[in-house]
């Protein structure tokens, strides 16, 4: 099946369209959303499989839908990607409230939430829905210990953790001394290659990492 056939078989979701007319700011649980990346990037037997998230076959993922305006450096923000359990200081019934509220959601805490902006995915196409899906799911890794090995817990549970970005490097210094010595080869080679599933424009920001989605 061509990339193309398969991105029009998946028949993505959209938000529900109570979220896009409502005036007051809401969120609401999006499991249609978990279920279509399963079978769009996660399962083995995944329409566009991406053995990038493989370790996600064993997490659990919440996903909300929002239409809370948000933004950072002037560009609007359209997805997040954060541990389920709320992370951070806060006070013992401030923790409570937040672990009430995520359970509301989801009947348990989950392993990561993705949070992603309903007005843009309601106007976006297939291919930039694809790549902000998949930017958000490659935030949710697996923790590695001191020899390279994913880590466990003594229940045999993955350890969770959050990625950053494989290329962290100023344009000047790979125009200077060139992708191996920047450290950059991998993602110069990828780029050159061409796009494997389509091209896709994003110019707005991860709430992640503040870079752009794509």
């Known amino acids: 099946m061509s990339t193309v056939v398969a991105l029009r078989r998946l028949a993505r979701p959209m938000p529900p369209k109570l979220l896009l007319d409502i005036e007051g700011e809401s969120f609401i649980p999006a499991p249609e959303i978990e279920t279509w990346a ?4 996660i399962d083995e037997d995944a329409a566009l499989v991406n053995e990038d998230h493989a ?22 923000i359209i997805g997040t990607a954060e541990r389920g359990q709320p992370q951070g200081a806060m006070g013992k019934w401030a923790k409570a409230r937040a672990v009430a509220q995520v359970r509301g959601w989801f009947g348990a ?3 990561f939430i993705v949070t992603i902006d309903a007005l843009y995915a309601a106007e ?6 694809c790549a902000l899906i998949e930017h958000e799911l490659s935030h949710c890794a697996q ?11 003594r229940e045999g549970r993955p350890v969770w953790t959050m990625r950053g970005h494989d290329v962290e490097e100023f344009v000047g210094v790979v125009r200077r ?3 191996d010595a920047s450290g950059v080869r991998a993602m110069v080679d990828a780029a050159n290659r061409g796009p494997e599933i389509a091209a896709a424009r994003i ?12």
């Open 38 to 41: 399963r079978a769009a990037f």
């Open 55 to 76: 370790h996600l076959r064993r997490a659990d993922i919440g996903f909300l839908w929002t239409n809370v305006p948000n933004s950072r450096q002037g560009r609007a």
């Open 109 to 111: 805490v989950p392993d």
């Open 124 to 129: 976006c196409g297939d291919a930039e829905f």
């Open 143 to 153: 923790e590695y210990d001191q020899y390279g090995a994913p880590k466990f817990t």
């Open 177 to 179: 001394y060139g992708a």
């Open 203 to 214: 110019a707005h920001l991860c709430g992640t990492c503040g870079r752009q989605a794509a």
